[in-house]
């Protein structure tokens, strides 16, 4: 399980191996909309499995929404909340 210390750069390795983006995830800021970057509604499910089997968390209903998974920043968030509670 991957801690909230290497959240960043957990997202980016799950982006890279799952968001079928058009750019190197690496080079992407925080807050840049990853669905403008390339990310498809069906990557995002990918992404969002794959960060439950990274984190060892799940994404409740209400966190099923496009805002959540769309930057980075907002996945970190996402996931510093679930993991809090």
Same mark, same amino acid.
């Given at each position: ?12 390795? *799950? ?5 079928? /983006?058009? *750019? ?5 800021? *925080? ?13 995002? *499910? ?25 930057? =980075?920043?907002? =996945?970190?968030?996402? /996931?510093?909340?679930? =993991?809090?509670?």
């Amino acid at each position: 399980m991957t801690t909230l210390t290497d959240a960043e750069t957990a997202i980016r390795r *799950v982006l890279r191996d799952h968001g079928r /983006l058009g *750019v190197d995830p690496d080079k992407l800021a *925080v807050d840049t909309d990853l669905y403008q970057s390339g990310m498809t509604s069906h990557a995002s *499910v990918n992404v969002m499995l794959a960060l439950e089997g990274e984190f060892d968390v799940e994404f409740p209903d209400h966190m099923l929404k496009r805002n959540v998974f769309r930057s =980075i920043g907002s =996945i970190e968030r996402a /996931l510093r909340e679930l =993991i809090a509670a």
